[in-house]
């Protein structure tokens, strides 16, 4: 699998242990932006959770149900995360931005890298869900040309700004 993607803008690295610092300081700072939508960001985050983190995401990786990437901006800032989590024949992608670094279409680029990786993968369809009040999820799979799919009801606990909604988009893979 590879551990680096990057489309000439954005750079996605595989999360390692060293980044922990470099996370728990961008989700920390962003706090407030991302306990809105993240059920895992309402109690705080810390360098437990953090290590937590990084431990599953490896051990996810080395199973080949996941792969979870830092999005790094063009002047190698830690700009998020993104994943792509294998859903029976299918891949989920999911993200996040920390607060400063919304709005520069880092996600839209990041998701188009895995949406390729989730073709080389042998995936039959792509899925992202999202909170059906957050808008500005809800542009990154119109942007790369989802088809909204369905909703379902999300299970608790629930974020301040969330719907109790999940909004589903799914890209068939090209013939």
């Keep these: 699998m590879e551990d680096r993607l990057a489309d000439g803008v954005v750079t996605l690295v595989r999360w390692r242990p060293e980044h922990r610092d470099r996370l728990v300081d961008a989700v920390v700072g962003s ?3 991302l306990a809105a939508w993240m059920p ?33 901006s063009p002047d190698d ?3 998020g995360s993104c994943g792509l989590m294998r859903r029976g024949d299918g891949w989920e992608i999911g993200y996040w931005l920390a607060k400063s670094q919304t ?11 895995l949406v390729e990786l989730a073709w080389r993968l042998g995936a ?15 542009a990154v799979p119109e942007r790369l ?8 009801n999300a299970e608790p606990p629930l974020p301040s700004a969330c719907s109790g909604v999940h909004v589903i988009w799914r890209l068939e893979r090209p013939a």
């Design 40 to 72: 895992w960001a309402i109690d705080g985050y810390d360098q437990a959770k953090g290590d937590e983190f990084l431990a599953r995401v490896a051990a996810d990786w080395e199973r080949g149900e996941e792969y979870n990437y830092a999005i790094c």
């Design 145 to 152: 040309g989802f088809s909204r799919a369905g909703e379902e």
């Design 77 to 79: 800032e830690l700009a």
């Design 31 to 33: 706090l407030d932006h």
């Design 124 to 138: 039959s369809h792509v899925v992202i869900r999202h909170d059906a009040h957050n808008a500005r999820s809800r």
């Design 103 to 113: 709005g520069k279409g880092y996600v839209t680029r990041a998701s188009a890298l």
